[in-house]
């Protein structure tokens, strides 16, 4: 036997089991046995996580989505605090500029409007930091409500 014939062997293997095993999925797949199968699986797992999540917020435990938000909301923080200090350095450098040119009293108002700047961005800052300190509320059940009383009977 040849290389060549080999090679051309080796080929309609492979053609025939791709095409043999594509075949067995697709009956696989259009079996209603194996379908209802599937889909009970699921709706098991999809039951399972929501069980999970009931079971956290019982034990008062953050999860996995808690935890996702919580990173977030974190980032979101840091790239404002970066976005403060390069604010900061740009006003360094302007009031460093403007040392050496313009007056004291035009200097002085534009640092206290930077200033002013500065501060409602850290008290934003200070607002998300309180946010993500917040213990989450408990997860618990609705209390039913009691029946309301029937008014007495006027004689």
């Known amino acids: 036997m040849t290389d060549a014939d080999a090679d051309s062997l080796r080929d309609r293997l492979g053609r025939q089991s791709e095409e043999t095993l594509a075949k067995l999925a697709q009956d696989l797949l259009e079996n209603p046995l194996v379908s209802g199968t599937?889909?009970?699986?699921?709706?098991?797992?999809e039951r399972a996580a929501q069980a999970q999540d009931a079971a956290l917020g019982a034990l008062n435990?953050?999860?996995?989505?808690?935890?996702?938000?919580?990173?977030?909301r974190v980032r979101s923080v840091s790239q404002r605090l970066e976005g403060i200090e390069d604010?900061?350095?740009?006003?360094?450098?302007?009031?460093?500029g403007?040392?050496?040119t313009g007056t004291a009293d035009d200097r002085l108002a534009a640092l206290e409007e930077r200033l002013a700047a500065v501060d409602a961005t850290l008290t934003a800052i200070a607002s998300s930091l309180a946010d993500l300190r917040a213990p989450a509320p408990a997860r618990r059940p609705a209390a039913k409500k009691p029946a309301a009383k029937k008014p007495a009977a006027e004689s």
């Open 98 to 100: 403007q040392a050496r």
């Open 87 to 96: 604010a900061v350095d740009r006003l360094d450098d302007r009031l460093a």
């Open 61 to 72: 435990l953050p999860s996995a989505a808690d935890l996702e938000r919580l990173t977030r």
């Open 38 to 45: 599937i889909s009970r699986a699921f709706e098991a797992r």
